[in-house]
Every structure is written in structure tokens, then in C-alpha cells.
């Protein structure tokens, strides 16, 4: 081989060469990148106010102290000093695979989903007509 065909074969296996070595590392980069993410997502923050972990619709609602629940066919009245306050509140489903579910909220009765916000006046009843809930 002549002097210029060995060096033309030299810068073509050096460019190989830096290819690879570039994959390489943006690869080990992207797994340590995944693997960082997945392990921020599955830290839970715990709070002194949970209680109490069920599984509902293929999510976990954690039970605080301030959650009230109410079991089906059972009212609830809101008022300054009772359990139940005049305010806004997230309606929870507190069955499994259950992701619907009616309630009474004043006269009527309406369909509501997990996480649906209402607000409860002073002296509205609330009853769930189908299902247990959880109002936080």
C-alpha cells in the first residue's frame, strides 16, 4: 500500500472510531437519565397525616386525617361546626374500580368522576346514592 492509501484508510477507521465512542456515551447518558427519572416518580413524600393507603381504580389514594367519608345511602350536612364544612372539596371514588359514581349535593342528584371538585354550601346535604366517597 502506498503512504496516501493508508493514511486515507487511518482517518476512515478514526472516524469509526469516534462515532462509536460518541453512541456509546450519549447512550450511557439516556440510561442513567431513565433510570433517574424512574427513581424520582416512585419516591413517595409521606406526610404525618396519612393513614391509610387503598387502591382505587388502578391509582392509591392515601387517607388523610382531614378526609371525610361517607358511606353510601348515609347524609351529611354541612355546617361551621360539624364534620362536614361549607367549602370546596375533591370527590373521590373509596371503591375499587369504580370511576364513576352518583351523589346528592343539595336536591339533585348528579354523576360525578374521581377528582371532581364541588363546593358545599352551609346546610346542603350530601348523600352518595350509589357508592362510598371520599371528599378532601
Known sequence: ???I???LVCAIVGVFIAALIT?????VKRKKSNTKQSNQTTYNNST???VKTEHIT???VTLEKTDIVIAAQKTLIASKNGTLRPGKYSILSAESD???FNVRIGK???EYKHGDVVVIAD?????????KIILR
Open 1 to 3: 500500500m502506498t503512504l
Open 5 to 7: 492509501n493508508l493514511v
Open 23 to 27: 453512541t456509546i456515551v450519549s447512550e
Open 48 to 50: 404525618e397525616n396519612e
Open 58 to 60: 388502578s391509582t392509591e
Open 98 to 100: 369504580v370511576d364513576s
Open 108 to 110: 339533585f342528584v348528579k
Open 123 to 131: 346546610g346542603e346535604e350530601v348523600t352518595p346514592t350509589s357508592h
